[in-house]
């Protein structure tokens, strides 16, 4: 699915997102897992570049700093859905049979 380009954004083109091969993984449960591979790659990243930027190799810290933010974000994410989806499974197993 592409969708237009929005005002001055001429020659950007933008795709929805798939998860995995043919964007059909989200029917057989694979989307869980991987999100989490996304997220751990997005950590690896700022690991990396932390010990770059720790050693002096990293001409660019923002490119830390960003990678970082994102990783915090996505930890945040998915600490979030985690919770929400304990406490739909809680809540079913209050309900009465």
Known sequence: MN???VGGLSGVSWTQPTFG???TD???GNAFTD???ALQNTQSKADDLAVKAATGDLT???DYTIAATQAAVSTDLTVAV???AVSAFN???RMPL
């Open 3 to 5: 969708v237009s380009p």
């Open 21 to 23: 091969a043919g964007g």
């Open 26 to 28: 989200a029917v057989k």
């Open 35 to 37: 999100a989490l591979q």
């Open 60 to 62: 660019d810290v923002h």
């Open 82 to 84: 985690r919770n929400q």
């Open 91 to 93: 809540e079913i197993m």
